[in-house]
C-alpha cells in the first residue's frame, strides 16, 4: 500500500504542479539496432534550474542494473519507490517503446527537461542519452539519442 501512494504521489506531483490542468501525451523511443542485450531505460523530468522533479516511466525490471543509468540514479539516490508502479520490461534493440502519460500543462514551455539515461548489460552506460525540453512547438519532432536510442519523440 505505501508504494502504491508513493507512486500517485509521484504521479500527481508530475501531473498537476500548480493544480494545472493535464494532458495525455505519448512518449515513443525507438532504439537502433546496436547489437547487444534488452537497454533499460530511465525516463525523467527536471525542472528549470536542473532539480529532479520526477520519474515518468523505467523500462528494465531488476533493480541491479539500475545504478548503470548514472544520472537518473544520482538523482534519486537509487530509489526504487521513485519508480513503483511505473516499470516495464527493458527494451530489445531495434525495438520502440511506447508510453501514454497524463503531464501537467504546467510542465510545457517553462523550462521542464526530459531525460532518457539508458544501459544495456555489456556495453557502455549512456547518461542523458536523450534531453530536450518540454515545449509546445517540440511535440511530433524527433531528436537523436547520442548511443542506443535511434530517436524519440513526445506527441500530444
Do not use: C
Amino acid at each position: 500500500m505505501k508504494s502504491l501512494l508513493v507512486a500517485l504521489s509521484l504521479t500527481t506531483a508530475l501531473v498537476m504542479p500548480a493544480m494545472a490542468m493535464a494532458r495525455p501525451v505519448t512518449l515513443t523511443t525507438t532504439l537502433s539496432n546496436y547489437g547487444g542485450d534488452g537497454a533499460y531505460l530511465a525516463l525523467y523530468v527536471t525542472d528549470a534550474a536542473g532539480a529532479y522533479a520526477g520519474s515518468l516511466w523505467m523500462a528494465g525490471g531488476k533493480s541491479k542494473y539500475y545504478k548503470h543509468m548514472t544520472d537518473w540514479y544520482r538523482a534519486t539516490n537509487g530509489d526504487t519507490a521513485q519508480i513503483d508502479g511505473i516499470t516495464g520490461a527493458s527494451v530489445g534493440a531495434g525495438r520502440t517503446l511506447d508510453i501514454s502519460v497524463d503531464l501537467s500543462d504546467a510542465l510545457f514551455d517553462a523550462g521542464y527537461v526530459l531525460h532518457i539515461d539508458a544501459a544495456v548489460e555489456n556495453m557502455r552506460e549512456s547518461p542523458k542519452e536523450v534531453s530536450i525540453p518540454l515545449t509546445t512547438d517540440g511535440a511530433g519532432t524527433p531528436v537523436k539519442g547520442r548511443r542506443y536510442i535511434a530517436d524519440f519523440t513526445y506527441n500530444m
